[in-house]
């Protein structure tokens, strides 16, 4: 007798974020994930905000799973937002579902108004230690690139 896996799957927006166990936790290894079809609104016009939203971390003992995670940024669609205040709190939501080691949120929001903006919040690593960390390899870099 064949068995039918369900093909529904849940469609309703949610703050919840669900996790599973690190296979390796005794390892220092980097999870990326970009999410290009981030929405929510803002809160001054209503009008829809697009953006991209990249996510780094390092786990520790949990990692975010992928569905939940899309659930999540689904409730954002009707959330009126800042974009400095919906980057801040998705990292803030994912630090406090599975306490990473290091984390990196970028949101990359589309031109709006002949502006875009991109937020980057961190937790873990200072951003002024990784600022002058990607300057002096830029400066390294172009010391190595150029020779006389």
């Known amino acids: 007798m ?6 529904s799957m849940t469609t309703t927006p949610s703050k ?6 690190n296979p390796k936790p005794g390892r220092d290894y980097v999870i990326r ?15 829809p905000d697009f953006a991209t939203i990249h996510v780094e971390y390092v786990p520790d003992r949990l990692c975010v799973e ?12 009707d959330q009126g937002a800042f974009h400095e205040a919906v980057t801040n709190q998705i ?16 949101a990359v929001f589309n031109v709006r ?6 937020v980057v919040a961190e937790h ?11 300057h002096v390899a830029s400066v390294f870099a172009g010391a190595v690139a150029e020779p006389k």
């Open 2 to 7: 064949l068995h039918r896996q369900s093909t």
């Open 16 to 21: 919840h974020l669900d996790t599973f166990v």
């Open 33 to 47: 994930f970009a999410c290009p079809e981030f929405t929510c609104l803002c809160p001054k016009t209503g009008q």
């Open 66 to 77: 992928l569905k939940s995670w899309k659930l999540y940024l689904w409730s954002y669609r």
């Open 91 to 106: 990292l803030d939501d994912l630090v406090a579902t599975v306490a990473p080691r290091r984390m990196r949120v970028e």
């Open 113 to 118: 108004g002949g502006i875009t903006t991109t």
């Open 124 to 134: 873990g690593a200072s951003v002024a230690a990784r600022a002058v960390a990607e």
